[in-house]
């Protein structure tokens, strides 16, 4: 289980950091179904699937963190059943917290949409998904703008969803066309994978996203668990992924650059929405 999780997120069939960050931690409780010698071997062998996990997306900071929270949680179990059953409680209340905070973060963001808004989102985050379906909950309408997110178009999953929200009309964009249609909206409101200094890091083309935004006055909000804002200890490591990618067939005489995410300064954003309420910059 933990090598076919790893090989789903390194190949971004899970696409949202917190769904990975819950997937990476369920798998990693199938080790207390395997047998063990004494609790060192037990631990090793979870430290040793857990940097696996870790290595698989390596710029997910959800992932990072609730990955060390579960190794670190293990303490000094005086058996290999304790050891088991420590594993499972640290899992369920590493996914709990993930969950919780996504939904709180979701809540605090709807309350900032107001009724009858034309917005515009980026890539696929189901913390975004989350506000809008708390926020069509509601009673609120909105008209939602959303860039395809190429190359893996992740944007055509977020538009199917939202086509399937009452009060919601969806139109996909291609990426290239976003300063035409940013320009109708109220605002734009991306997820994250993780806030680190004064950088947010999310799928690539936000950044040109809050650049044409900061260009046009159209505020730029982010949805996120205030876990994905890392103080210290986590360094964010881009992906550049394979150019398969971009073109069905071998590049010749030229290279291919696929970086999965970019840096957005801090200073382009209107403000962060998480589980800890609405930071305003």
């Known amino acids: 289980m933990i090598d076919e999780t790893a090989a789903e997120i390194r190949e971004m069939r899970t696409h949202s950091s917190s769904v990975v960050a819950v997937k990476a931690a369920l798998a990693l409780g199938s080790l207390a179904d395997r047998d063990y010698n004494t609790v060192e071997e037990f631990k090793r062998s979870v430290e040793r699937n857990s940097s696996a996990l870790r290595r698989a997306a390596p710029s997910h900071a959800s992932l990072w963190s609730t990955q060390r929270a579960i190794v670190e949680g293990l303490d000094e179990p005086a058996s290999v059943d304790d050891a088991k059953a420590r594993l499972r409680a640290v899992i369920d209340e ?17 309350a900032e949409l107001s009724d009858g808004e034309t917005l515009f989102t980026h890539d696929y985050s189901s913390t975004v ?17 959303v ?20 009060g919601v009309e969806a139109t996909l964009v291609v990426d290239s066309a976003v300063g035409i ?17 004064d950088r947010c890091y999310n799928r690539v083309g936000t950044y040109p996203l809050a650049a044409t935004a900061a260009d046009l006055g159209v505020p730029v909000w982010v949805v996120g668990a205030a876990a994905k804002r890392i103080e210290s200890g986590f360094v964010f490591e ?11 067939e071998p590049p010749e005489g030229f290279a291919v650059s696929n970086p999965a995410y ?6 382009l954003l209107t403000g962060v929405v998480t589980d800890a309420g609405v930071e305003r910059f």
């Open 147 to 166: 860039s395809e997110a190429r190359p893996r178009y992740l944007g055509r999953k977020t538009a199917r969803e939202l086509a399937r929200m009452p």
């Open 181 to 197: 249609h940013l320009a109708d909206c109220d605002r734009a409101i991306v997820g994250m994978d993780c806030i680190v200094g």
């Open 262 to 267: 970019d840096a957005t300064p801090l200073s």
């Open 94 to 110: 590493v996914v709990e917290q993930v969950e919780t905070a996504k939904t709180a973060a979701a809540t605090n963001a709807a």
């Open 129 to 145: 998904l989350a506000a809008l379906a708390a926020a069509t909950a509601e009673g609120k309408t909105f008209e939602v703008f």
């Open 238 to 248: 881009n992906e550049f992924r394979s150019p398969s990618e971009v073109l069905l």
